[in-house]
């Protein structure tokens, strides 16, 4: 860059150029996760308007809308399936938005350091997750919206692959997703010897304890307690082979970034049921509001969560199976 003698002025203490930068670009990963939490819910209210208006085939079960040709396509199974992706994914991390912009005010308004501190730590930790799974989860829920429109998806007019076309920058500026990994694994989790998972997983089981008694939370909370540990136990297994092997952090920390992601999105996704139930049982007037908060949840956890499975296994079969074959060998 050429600034043609220009005049620079210092803004920020000597030599802490890094650190007053990353107070920029943390700012910045926070406002792209909010990017792509943007691209799932545009792409969610489109395709969900199409769905109930574009009629094709017939439902499994017999007609919904008998005295036209067709039913709307909201009918199918499989539509319904990227329909509630979409808006498990939008109100899951809007949820998780408002959370870290709640503790950027706890940092800001903190009467003592200790709270200070505390906010900070967990917004650190939650910074790479948002950034990450906000913008792969949004790019997700774009190309969903894509394919409710079938071929009308792909026509410009519409503006469906206009938002899968801008949602794929996402996951790569302001770091890159395999950037934003490193960043969770190796220097939040792994460099902090895991304190920061460990506030933040206290919080959770501190969550599912206050909801014990409750009945109808116990499908979200035995899924998110038993979540909740083996987050830790997989944790100190990737820590373990790390110190054998340091390739094992950037084999397992793509993987990591995205359980942890469906974890988080879990235990929010929890709160919001406990609301729902707790809103409905005084009889309110939008009671259809709260029960499509309880069955979303219902969805999330058992259709999306169970992904939890296959990243677990993948991020524990370790480093070898990336690295064996020589860098010039990938061509053969
Ligand atoms: C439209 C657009 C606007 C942009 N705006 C700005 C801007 O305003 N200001 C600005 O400063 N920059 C901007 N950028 C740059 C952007 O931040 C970078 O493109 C981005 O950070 C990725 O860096 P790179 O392109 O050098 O890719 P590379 O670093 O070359 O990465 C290439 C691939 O390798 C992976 N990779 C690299 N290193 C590792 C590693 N150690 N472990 C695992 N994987 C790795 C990456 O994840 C990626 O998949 C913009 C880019 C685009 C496309």
Same mark, same amino acid.
């Given at each position: 860059m050429n600034f043609d003698s220009a005049t620079g002025y210092l @803004? *920020?203490?000597?030599? $802490?150029g890094l650190n007053c930068m990353f107070t920029f670009m943390n700012t910045a990963r926070i406002g792209t996760a909010l990017q792509g939490l943007s691209h799932t819910e545009w792409g969610f209210q489109n395709s969900l308007a199409y769905a109930r208006d574009r009629l094709q085939m017939r439902a499994l079960s017999g007609? #919904?809308?008998?005295? $036209?040709a067709a039913d709307p396509i909201i009918v199918h199974p499989a539509v319904r399936s990227m329909l509630l992706t979409q808006k498990a994914f939008a109100e899951g991390g809007r949820a998780l938005i408002y959370f870290a912009a709640q503790q950027v005010d706890r940092s800001k308004l903190a009467k003592t350091a200790e709270e200070k501190q505390e906010a900070e730590d967990l917004l650190s930790l939650l910074t790479p997750i948002a950034k990450a799974f906000l913008t792969e989860t949004g790019l997700e829920s774009a190309s969903h919206g894509v394919q409710v429109f079938? *071929?009308? *998806?792909? @026509?410009?007019?519409? *503006?469906m692959e206009q938002n899968l076309r801008d949602a794929r920058i996402a996951t790569i500026y302001e770091g890159t997703t395999q950037v934003q990994a490193l960043d969770l &694994?190796? %220097? #939040?989790?792994l460099m902090s010897q895991g304190e920061l998972l460990k506030r933040f997983t206290k919080i959770i089981h501190k969550f599912c304890q206050s909801q014990a008694d409750s009945e109808p939370m116990q499908p979200y909370v035995s899924a998110l307690t038993r979540l909740n540990k083996e987050w830790g136990d997989v944790t100190l297994q990737i820590g373990m082979k790390a110190m054998k092997n340091r390739e094992e952090v950037g084999a397992a920390s793509v993987e990591y970034l995205m359980y942890s992601g469906y974890i988080t999105l879990a235990w929010l996704w929890a709160r919001q049921a406990e609301v729902a139930l707790r809103k409905l049982a005084e009889n309110p007037s939008d009671a259809d509001f709260y029960h499509a908060k309880l069955k979303t949840a219902r969805f999330y956890f058992e %259709? &999306? &969560?169970?992904r939890t499975r296959t990243l677990v296994e993948v991020m524990l079969s370790g480093a070898d199976n990336l690295m064996e074959l020589d860098s010039e060998h990938f061509a053969f």
């Open positions: @803004i *920020g203490p000597p030599n $802490k007609p #919904k809308n008998p005295d $036209k079938g *071929g009308h *998806g792909y @026509i410009a007019e519409w *503006g &694994l190796g %220097r #939040k989790v %259709r &999306l &969560l169970p």
